[in-house]
């Protein structure tokens, strides 16, 4: 049964740092790639970053240079490292991995605000 836990969300300020973090079981997490989604209130749900089993990475253009997707493979954890974080990077976010099925975990909430 796949399982995803998603952490390390909260209140920032403006151009302040988070490290989100999702923990994976169910799938030989090795095998597959991983992606940070995040949906902000009214909006929908959005690619943020994705990372394949190679360690190659992608990221939307609102955050290059700014997010860093990685994982552990000993630990089936994926990691989101958010920098100089501004007022509209405030949503859910959310990790998901490159599986047949769709799977999502409860999310995080990120909130970036002076």
């Known amino acids: 049964q796949v399982q995803l836990v998603e952490s390390g969300g909260g209140l920032v300020q403006p151009g302040g740092s988070l490290r989100l973090t999702c923990a994976a079981t169910g799938f030989t997490f090795s095998r597959y790639g991983m992606s940070w989604y995040r949906q902000a209130p009214g909006k929908e749900r959005e690619l943020v970053a994705v990372i394949d089993s190679a360690g190659y990475t992608n990221y939307a253009d609102s955050v290059k240079g700014r997010f860093t997707i990685s994982m552990d493979n000993a630990k089936n954890t994926v990691y989101l490292q958010m920098n100089s974080l501004k007022p509209d990077d405030t949503a859910v976010y959310y990790c998901?991995?490159?599986?047949?099925?769709?799977?999502w975990g409860q999310g995080t909430q990120v909130t970036v605000s002076s």
């Open positions: 998901r991995p490159a599986l047949p099925r769709d799977y």
